[in-house]
């Protein structure tokens, strides 16, 4: 059970980074491992080596959350805020110490089920994995400590459950909700989450490793654009990239896949559809999807392309009063059509 585990896990791992991640694990000694063989004969040497070293499920467990640690991007992180039944939030004084708070979890799983929860410190951000011999796939959870944000990967799982249960209970929380937040990338999440969303940016438990970090100081932010786009009025490109510039601020982007707009807006003209309610209010959702859609907006508003007042990260966007997302492209006559 120990070796076809152990096996599967690292097969995951790309050959260049497997003393690595052994070295992280620490449970075996590396100098052991001939690093110069294919990588199956690696593997078959680990686990020869780790049944001489009595290495228990819960170890391989632990192996395979730091794996997922190195290799996040692989998996959907999806953004849950915990509340209180009044919609308040608090900060817990639950000591957050990886090896308190996974005792505080194994106490109380063990109280209902026989369930497994491994958890690990990595980037000032409690990693837990959570598994069950009735479920064959587990679920991973990444918890931000004093704040009540939690990011679930693979939330679908049956487990799904029984881990927000034993979180509201470990973090004294009454109710968790899902956010309109996912990425490939949980530290995106965690700048929009603990910074970008939070005005008064008062969260100092990660030493602003999540927060916003300035673009590159090569990069020029007015002067490229594609080359096959003719702007003939500088004037009109200087003030779109003004508003660019404004919009989206002179930090990196967080890296979101996917990003659903809600807009609520009223139907100004009824010449197409004439039998509209002059006063009707329009509630429109536009999903965008791509690698990098702020990125990706933010290079198309920057080549003219796009007029866009949403306010920065597109975030609270029925409050602006200038609610729309106007793309145009460039046609072979010249003339642009939009949508």
Same mark, same amino acid.
């Given at each position: ?64 959350? &730091? ?28 000591? $957050? ?48 400590? &004093?704040?009540? $944000? ?21 973090? *004294? ?5 899902? &956010? ?41 932010? *007015? ?35 996917? &990003? ?6 009223? $139907? ?44 920065? $990260? ?6 602006? *009063? ?11 006559? *010249? ?5």
């Amino acid at each position: 059970m120990v070796s076809e585990n152990l096996s599967r896990i690292l097969k995951q791992v790309p050959k260049l980074e497997l003393m690595t991640i052994l070295s992280k694990w620490g449970k075996i000694p590396t100098w052991k491992i001939n690093d110069n063989r294919q990588k199956h004969d690696i593997i078959k040497q680990v686990c020869h080596i780790a049944q001489g070293a009595k290495i228990t499920v819960e170890d391989v467990y632990r192996l395979d959350l &730091l794996v997922t640690m190195n290799k996040k991007a692989r998996k959907l992180w999806k953004a849950y805020e915990m509340k209180n039944s009044d919609g308040t939030t608090k900060l817990s004084d639950t000591d $957050f110490e990886a090896s308190t708070f996974e005792k505080r979890l194994q106490q109380q799983i063990a109280v209902t089920l026989a369930c497994s929860v491994v958890v690990l410190e990595h980037n000032h951000a409690i990693w837990g994995r959570l598994s069950s011999p009735s479920s064959s796939r587990p679920i991973y959870f990444i918890h931000f400590p &004093l704040s009540s $944000f939690v990011l679930v990967a693979k939330p679908s799982s049956r487990l799904f459950a029984t881990l927000t249960k034993e979180l509201k209970q470990v973090l *004294g929380y009454n109710e968790i909700h899902p &956010l309109n937040l996912e990425s490939l990338h949980p530290e995106s999440l965690a700048q929009i989450l603990l910074h970008n969303r939070n005005k008064n940016n008062n969260y100092t438990y990660d030493k602003k490793y999540y927060c916003p970090k300035l673009r590159a100081a090569d990069e020029n932010l *007015g002067d490229a654009y594609d080359e096959r786009i003719n702007v003939c009025h500088s004037m009109s490109r200087r003030r779109n990239r003004e508003l660019v510039n404004q919009q989206f601020g002179k930090d990196a982007a967080p890296v979101l896949s996917k &990003l659903e707009i809600t807009t609520v807006t009223k $139907f100004r003209g009824r010449r197409f559809i004439p039998n509209l309610p002059h006063d009707v209010t329009i509630h429109c959702q536009t999903t965008l999807k791509g690698p990098n859609v702020i990125e990706g907006l933010r290079t198309v508003a920057q080549q003219n392309l796009t007029s866009s007042r949403l306010p920065r $990260f597109l975030t609270n966007v029925s409050n602006t *009063g200038k609610q729309f997302l106007k793309i145009t492209e460039q046609m072979s006559t *010249g003339n642009r059509s939009s949508a």
